[in-house]
T-cell receptor, first 117, second 113 residues
Framework: AQSVAQPEDQVNVAEGNPLTVKCTYS??????LFWYVQYPNRGLQFLLK??????LVKGSYGFEAEFNKSQTSFHLKKPSALVSDSALYFC???????????????FGTGTRLTVIP | KAGVTQTPRYLIKTRGQQVTLSCSPI?????VSWYQQTPGQGLQFLFE???????NKGNFPGRFSGRQFSNSRSEMNVSTLELGDSALYLC????????????FGPGTRLTVT
C-alpha cells in the first residue's frame, strides 16, 4: 500500500534562511511524487513533481525538491525563505500501480510553514 | 485559461439532508477528481471521473456519489448527511496528457449541523 509521511506538523524559519519541509513515502514500484501548497481559504496549488529523470526537481516560486530513492524521501527546499511562503505544504504520491492515467493522489498530513520576519 | 471553479463556495446543511456540489474543470481537461479535507483525516481521495466514467474510487460509503457530464463538468452528491461530513470538498482537474499534475479549485466548505 502506498503512503506518505510528513514528520513535522510545523516548521518555523527566519526570513532569508534556507527552508526544508520533509516527506518520506512508501509505494510499490517507482513513485510519482508531488508537492502542493495551500494558502488560507484556498485550494491546493501545484508546486512541483517527480516522475522520472533528474533527482533534483525545480518548481514554482523558487522551490525545489530532491528525490532520494534509497531513503525514500522527497524533501521540499528553498534557498531563501520569504514571509509570503508561510502556508500549509502537502506532499503527495500517485499510486503507480493504478491504471494508466488514473489520478488518485495520497496526501501526507501537511506541514505548516511559518516564515518569521 | 480560467482555473477550476467550484460552486457553491459555502454551504450549511442539516443532518439527514442531501447536497450537490459542482465543479467546472479547466477548459480541455477531461479528468476530474474529488477530495475531502478535514482536520482529523486530512486530504482523502473520493473519486475520479474521466470522459463521463468513474475511473477510480476511494474508500467512502455509498452515500457519496458523483457524475460527469459531456462537457467535463462534474457534480458530487452526498445523501443523508452526517455531522462528520463537514469538510472542505476539493475538486481537481487534469489534462488527458500523462503529465499527472492536478489543478485544484478553491473548494466548497460544507457545514452539517
Amino acid at each position: 500500500a502506498q503512503s506518505v509521511a510528513q514528520p513535522e506538523d510545523q516548521v518555523n524559519v527566519a526570513e532569508g534562511n534556507p527552508l526544508t519541509v520533509k516527506c518520506t513515502y512508501s509505494v510499490s514500484g517507482n513513485p510519482y511524487l508531488f508537492w502542493y501548497v495551500q494558502y488560507p481559504n484556498r485550494g491546493l496549488q501545484f508546486l512541483l513533481k517527480y516522475i522520472t529523470g533528474d533527482n533534483l526537481v525545480k518548481g514554482s516560486y523558487g522551490f525545489e525538491a530532491e528525490f532520494n530513492k534509497s531513503q525514500t524521501s522527497f524533501h521540499l527546499k528553498k534557498p531563501s525563505a520569504l514571509v509570503s511562503d508561510s502556508a500549509l505544504y502537502f506532499c503527495a504520491v500517485r499510486d503507480p500501480g493504478r491504471q494508466t492515467g488514473a489520478n488518485n493522489l495520497f496526501f501526507g498530513t501537511g506541514t505548516r510553514l511559518t516564515v518569521i520576519p | 485559461k480560467a482555473g477550476v471553479t467550484q460552486t457553491p463556495r459555502y454551504l450549511i446543511k442539516t443532518r439527514g439532508q442531501q447536497v450537490t456540489l459542482s465543479c467546472s474543470p479547466i477548459s480541455g481537461h477531461r479528468s476530474v477528481s474529488w477530495y475531502q479535507q478535514t482536520p482529523g483525516q486530512g486530504l482523502q481521495f473520493l473519486f475520479e471521473y474521466f470522459s463521463e466514467t468513474q475511473r477510480n474510487k476511494g474508500n467512502f460509503p455509498g452515500r457519496f456519489s458523483g457524475r460527469q457530464f459531456s462537457n467535463s463538468r462534474s457534480e458530487m452528491n452526498v445523501s443523508t448527511l452526517e455531522l462528520g461530513d463537514s469538510a472542505l470538498y476539493l475538486c481537481a482537474s487534469s489534462s488527458s496528457r500523462p503529465s499527472y499534475e492536478q489543478y485544484f479549485g478553491p473548494g466548497t466548505r460544507l457545514t452539517v449541523t
